[in-house]
């Protein structure tokens, strides 16, 4: 018996029996116990269970008109918003698997995700769909996309919305513009309104608990971002399970502004969501006084958050007027939560914010901190179902209760491996026990209680407001540039990101009096995404190297640490 399970919250099960079906399955089951019912809340706009559904099979059938198959991957590049919900679930049912795209990667990046998954259909919004197209028409013929289907935000919800429900008024360009359509070189463009006039019948459903779901991608040490393949039942797991860990019911009303192209917002929050038949009050990104007036308005109970939007929502000049009194579930993950600022949640409104722990690897959630004993700036216990241990990296074995070591985690929401890369994946796991354990690459220790708190990396990354950037992946595109030789990526502090993304650049000799930190850093934000982006750019002669000539960035990242001590 491990520590923590003198602390297991009473009412639940240490582990819990998967539903043996799709994860389609769970809204085709909410439909019919609540037809209509509020599913989807987005400016205004009600969409009810039966609607929704009704959209998914109407979709479905279009996709398999447009040649989808089972076990195809289809791209979905779209901020929140309901034909991101309906995109998702319309895959889903016409037998294939997700391919969430952050919306945030330019044409570049984009690339990797057609190529990589061997995509041909892909779902999109106006806003984002030139960019898209850019990056497929760029492809050799065949490889590229076949069939792009573009939706505008104006399909969901009225532009000229007022009060409570409104955009905000910086947004209303952004939402309320109807983007022509772009031209795929190798493949027809359709319109969201034609596809969901289809009136063909889908196909059977025919996939199960152990077939490909949803193929998210995650980068590394090094090279591009590798796929996470979860099943139906890796990815069921958790949303059955992070329902019951936060006492939720079918009653809920949860605030979906997390991103839904993560794994977090996908799985703890929205298929969570419809599995419970609860609604979903959806934000495409965040902005605080929207995100109070929805709280209010809608006398949302779960908050699933990133603690900066906690922090920024305090901050609020408005915020007395916003009537939090509904909410009975905040937490999140990604970065700690200031103790602070989780002490004033816990004295102004008696809410424990509820910190976790996982990866895209973990469908999210692999430890959270039990509703009613949490602990502040800690991972929580292990999950249901889940068994966590700490093991020194180099020797394989477990570590002493306080030590700090490698945290390995075996449980029903582990991934089965990464997408054409057995190499990376047999690196990933380790046997104990008899059981397969994936390797996080984060440091942390146990304590007494069997909580478990994060140390350090193993692994080369940058946490910039919960998003994981990595440095591997930003060089390489920062080679790019025909003025850079070199380049080496560091985490720099940032009062509100926690940390933010700094680069060493060596310039080629014929560029140094012609080539300023501005014009790269504003290069960077023209073929990156914003949150990888560096922040920060400074100049050396030369890079620090080993004796066989790899760049060392530890040496830079220490000096980086040093300097903020001085």
Not at 130 to 154: C, D, I, K, M, R
Not at 206 to 222: E, F, I, N, R
Not at 255 to 271: A, N
Request: contains cysteine.
């Amino acid at each position: 018996m491990r520590p923590h399970h003198a602390f297991w919250p009473r009412r639940l099960p240490h582990s819990i029996t998967v539903p043996a079906t799709s994860v389609w399955d769970n809204l085709a089951v909410s439909a019919r116990r609540y037809p209509d019912k509020t599913a989807l809340v987005f400016f205004g706009r009600h969409v009810s269970y039966r609607q929704l559904a009704e959209g998914v099979e109407r979709m479905a059938a279009c996709l398999h008109g447009l040649g989808v198959r089972t076990g195809d991957r289809v791209i979905v590049l779209m901020q929140n918003s309901p034909q991101l919900v309906l995109a998702h679930y319309a895959i889903m049912r016409a037998n294939a698997v997700v391919v969430p795209v952050n919306p945030m990667n330019r044409a570049d990046e984009l690339q990797h995700y057609i190529t990589d998954p061997e995509a041909r259909v892909a779902l999109t919004t106006g806003d984002l769909a030139g960019e898209l197209a850019q990056a497929s028409n760029a492809l050799p013929a065949g490889y590229g996309l076949q069939h792009l289907v573009v939706t505008q935000f104006s399909d969901a919800f009225d532009p000229a919305a007022q009060g409570a429900d409104a955009p905000p008024e910086q947004w209303r360009d952004w939402l309320g513009t109807r983007h022509p359509l772009p031209a795929l070189a190798h493949g027809e463009v359709h319109a969201w309104e034609e596809a969901l006039a289809c009136t063909d019948i889908p196909p059977p459903h025919a996939v199960g608990s152990d077939d490909l779901c949803v193929l998210p991608y995650t980068s590394g040490t090094t090279g591009l971002p590798k796929g996470c393949m979860h099943t139906h039942r890796s990815i069921m797991h958790n949303a059955v399970a992070s329902g019951l860990w936060n006492n939720s019911t079918s009653e809920q009303v949860l605030l979906g502004v997390v991103p839904m192209f993560h794994i977090t917002g996908l799985v703890s929050m929205l298929h969570a969501c419809i599995h419970l038949g609860a609604t979903l009050v959806i934000m495409p990104r965040w902005e605080r006084e929207l995100a109070g007036r929805l709280i209010s308005r809608y006398q949302v109970t779960s908050w699933t958050n990133i603690p900066t939007m906690v922090i920024d929502l305090m901050g609020s000049p408005n915020f007395d007027q916003y009537d939090l009194r509904s909410l009975r579930h905040i937490g999140g993950g990604g970065a700690a939560m200031p103790q602070a600022v989780a002490q004033r949640l816990l004295d102004q409104f008696g809410l424990r914010y509820i910190e976790g722990y996982g990866l895209t690897e973990t469908a999210a959630p692999s430890h959270s901190n039990p509703p009613d004993r949490p602990k502040q700036q800690c991972l929580g216990i292990p999950f249901i179902g889940t068994d966590a241990r700490v093991i020194d990296p180099d020797t394989l074995r477990e570590v002493a209760q306080g030590e700090q070591g490698e945290i390995v985690i075996h449980g029903p929401e582990v991934f089965a491996g990464y997408w054409k890369c057995p190499e990376a994946t047999a690196a990933a796991f380790i046997e104990i026990d008899g059981k397969r354990f994936f390797r996080s690459g984060d440091l942390g220790r146990v304590d007494e209680e069997g909580y478990f708190f994060i140390t350090d990396r193993l692994k080369r990354m940058i946490n910039a407001s919960g998003f994981k950037v990595w440095p591997a992946e930003v060089e390489a595109l920062m080679f790019r540039h025909p003025a850079i030789q070199e380049a080496c990526v560091i985490a720099a502090r940032d009062s509100y990101r926690g940390e933010t993304v700094k680069a060493v650049v060596v310039l080629r000799p014929s560029h140094r009096d012609r080539v300023g930190a501005q014009d790269i850093l504003a290069w960077c934000r023209e073929h990156m995404a914003n949150y990888k982006a560096p922040r920060q750019v400074v100049f050396a002669d030369a890079l620090p190297k080993s004796g066989s000539g790899k760049v060392m960035w530890r040496v830079l990242q220490e000096r980086e640490a040093q300097a903020l001590k001085e």
